[in-house]
């Protein structure tokens, strides 16, 4: 029974690190997205003036 308990915990911190590192990625690519765009955005307005 304590085997269970020590399995599932394992799987269960598994699951949270998964989890983590998903969002962690995403938020990375959303940055550099965002990074891209003000470079495009500032380069647009500078050619228009």
């Known amino acids: 029974m304590?085997?269970?308990f020590i399995i599932l915990f394992f799987v269960g911190l598994f699951a949270i690190y998964?989890?983590?590192?998903?969002v962690n990625n995403n938020?990375?690519?959303q940055t550099e997205e965002i990074?891209?765009?003000r470079k495009e955005m500032t380069e647009k307005n500078s050619k228009h003036e």
């Open 27 to 29: 938020i990375l690519s």
């Open 2 to 4: 304590n085997l269970l």
């Open 35 to 37: 990074k891209k765009l």
């Open 18 to 22: 998964d989890v983590i590192r998903k």
